[in-house]
C-alpha cells in the first residue's frame, strides 16, 4: 500500500504528469525535457528524482547524458495516463514541442554522419542483399513478439521493421552517434513508445536472465572479438522456448575485407555456430543461405533448458 501510495503522490503534480505523458512516447534527456516544457533543469531534475524513486520512471545513463522513460512493465503510469484526455492542450503542446524536437535531432544526427563519412552502410557498400537479409529474418520471428532485443541495432532499422509485431522492442549499441541518430528516427515516425534504444556492451547487457523472447544480432557477429561469448550473453537473457536470430556471413575468403573493413571474422561455418549455441543452451534450426555477392546465412536457434551437445 505504502509503495502505491507514493506513486500517487508523486504523480499528482501538473509538471510531473507532463513529464510522464512525454517519457511514455519515447526517452528523453533532461535537456531534451527542457526544451519541450519550457521549464529550468535544477526545477526538472527534482521531479525527474521524485519520479525515478517512486518507480514511475527508469535512468538509462548513456555518455554524459541520462534518458529517461517509463518502465517496460510500468503498469500504474499507463493507467494514469489512460485518464488523460487527448485533446488536452498543454499535453498536445507538449507532443507537438516533442515532434519537432525529435525532427531536428534527426537532422542535426543525419548531418554529422555525412560530415563524418559515418553514413556508411556496410551491406549497401559490399553489394549485400539488404531487403533479403531483412525478410530472412522477419520470416523466421514469430508472428507476435512480447520483447525483442535487437543487439547492435546501428540506426534502428530492425526495431522499425518489428513494431507492428512487438509488444516492445529495445536496440543497444556501443556507439552513441548511432543510438543519437536511431533514437531521433524512432521518434520521428512515432514508433518511441514502443521501441527504444539505449548504449550497451554486448559482452555485458544490463539486462535481466529471460527477459526477451527474441533476440537479433543482424551482421554483428563479424566484429566481435569473441563471437562465442557474445552469443553466450544473447542467449543469457532470451526467455526459455525463445527465438535468437543471427544473420552474418559465412566463410568467405575474402581476408582483405578482415583489413579493410575492420571485420574480426571472414565468415563463421555452421559448426562453429552449432557448437557456441550449443554451449550458451541454444538448439540450431536449419541455417538458411541468402544468395548475393558474398555468401550470407540466417542461423536460428531455441533456447532450451539445458546445455546442447554438439558433435564438431
Known amino acids: 500500500m505504502e509503495t502505491l501510495l507514493t506513486q500517487l503522490r508523486a504523480v499528482a503534480e501538473p509538471t510531473r504528469l507532463r513529464l510522464l505523458a512525454l517519457c511514455a512516447r519515447g526517452a528523453f534527456c533532461v535537456t531534451d525535457l527542457c526544451a519541450i516544457l519550457g521549464q529550468s533543469q535544477p526545477r526538472l531534475s527534482r521531479h525527474l528524482k521524485l519520479m525515478v524513486e517512486a518507480g514511475l520512471l527508469v535512468r538509462l545513463p548513456e555518455g554524459a547524458n541520462v534518458y529517461f522513460q517509463i518502465p517496460h512493465d510500468g503498469l500504474l503510469p499507463r493507467q494514469v495516463l489512460a485518464q488523460l484526455p487527448d485533446d488536452d492542450p498543454t499535453l498536445a503542446a507538449d507532443r507537438r514541442a516533442a515532434a519537432r524536437l525529435a525532427a531536428e535531432r534527426a537532422?542535426?544526427?543525419?548531418?554529422?554522419?555525412?560530415?563524418?563519412?559515418?553514413?556508411?552502410?556496410?551491406?549497401?557498400?559490399?553489394?549485400?542483399?539488404?531487403?533479403?537479409?531483412?525478410?530472412?529474418?522477419?520470416?523466421?520471428?514469430?508472428?507476435?513478439?512480447?520483447?525483442?532485443?535487437?543487439?547492435?541495432?546501428?540506426?534502428?532499422?530492425?526495431?522499425?521493421?518489428?513494431?507492428?509485431?512487438?509488444?516492445?522492442?529495445?536496440?543497444?549499441?556501443?556507439?552513441?552517434?548511432?543510438?543519437?541518430?536511431?533514437?531521433?528516427?524512432?521518434?520521428?515516425r512515432g514508433l518511441a513508445g514502443r521501441c527504444t534504444v539505449r548504449q550497451a556492451d554486448m559482452y555485458r547487457l544490463p539486462l535481466a536472465d529471460g527477459a526477451f523472447d527474441a533476440v537479433a544480432l543482424q551482421m554483428v557477429l563479424h566484429y566481435a572479438e569473441d563471437p562465442e561469448a557474445a552469443l553466450t550473453e544473447a542467449a543469457r537473457v532470451l526467455a526459455p522456448e525463445g527465438v535468437l536470430l543471427i544473420a552474418d556471413f559465412a566463410p568467405h575468403g575474402r581476408e582483405e575485407l578482415v583489413a579493410k573493413h575492420a571485420h574480426r571474422w571472414p565468415g563463421f561455418a555452421d559448426a562453429d555456430i552449432a557448437r557456441w549455441l550449443g554451449h550458451a543452451g541454444c538448439a540450431l534450426g536449419q541455417p538458411i543461405e541468402i544468395p548475393g555477392a558474398l555468401p550470407v546465412r540466417l542461423w536460428s536457434a531455441r533456447r532450451v533448458a539445458q546445455p546442447v551437445s554438439v558433435t564438431a
Open 107 to 188: 537532422r542535426t544526427a543525419s548531418d554529422a554522419f555525412i560530415r563524418e563519412g559515418a553514413d556508411w552502410d556496410e551491406m549497401r557498400a559490399l553489394d549485400l542483399p539488404a531487403q533479403a537479409i531483412e525478410a530472412a529474418l522477419l520470416e523466421q520471428l514469430p508472428g507476435h513478439v512480447g520483447r525483442l532485443l535487437d543487439i547492435g541495432t546501428g540506426t534502428g532499422r530492425l526495431l522499425e521493421l518489428v513494431a507492428d509485431r512487438v509488444n516492445s522492442a529495445l536496440g543497444v549499441d556501443a556507439s552513441r552517434d548511432m543510438l543519437a541518430l536511431a533514437r531521433a528516427r524512432l521518434a520521428e
